[in-house]
């Protein structure tokens, strides 16, 4: 099952800003006086750079199935975890850089030390189907999770 990710406001104007930005400085250098090898450089870069705040914003997502949980944040960031490995979910609050486009997140603690945090637009689909692909996961408390916006 697919699960698009929960974006707090400011996540689409920043990213769409910012790729804009730089499919701008893209085309302006393609048009400059500069030197061909300069602009051929700066050209991919800039495209490339937009490219990826794009699809940061578009392609972050959380797949569910086949004993595993996919996390695909853009194009680059990519993880899957054994749903054999994950030990427990807790509801968090955090602004730490992460495959989460919002603050309110849950973080997935699997192995030993390892977690990820996840923003799902569906949290309680969500939760019930990764329960479902793995009822030995533990829940934190409901009431130990912060406000979730609606």
């Keep these: 099952m697919r699960f698009a990710s929960r974006k707090d406001k400011w996540v ?12 701008a400085l893209a085309v302006f250098v393609a ?3 500069e030197s061909p090898g300069y602009k051929i450089v700066f050209f991919l870069y800039a495209a490339a750079t937009g490219l990826f705040a ?10 569910i199935g086949q004993g595993q949980l996919k996390v ?16 427990k979910i807790e509801p ?23 977690y990820v945090d996840v923003s799902p637009e569906r949290e309680e689909e969500f939760l019930e189907k990764l329960q479902e692909a793995a009822p030995h996961v533990r829940m934190s408390p409901a009431e130990a999770a912060p406000a979730r916006p609606g």
């Design 72 to 87: 695909r944040g853009g194009i680059f960031l990519r993880k899957t975890i054994p749903l054999d490995s994950i030990v």
């Design 54 to 63: 794009q699809s940061y914003v578009t392609g972050t997502e959380y797949i």
């Design 92 to 114: 968090v609050t955090s602004r730490e850089g992460a495959t989460a486009l919002s603050k309110s997140r849950l973080r997935i603690h699997y192995g030993r030390w390892n």
């Design 12 to 23: 689409n104007p920043f990213f769409w800003a910012a790729a804009l930005v730089c499919y």
């Design 31 to 33: 048009f400059s006086d």
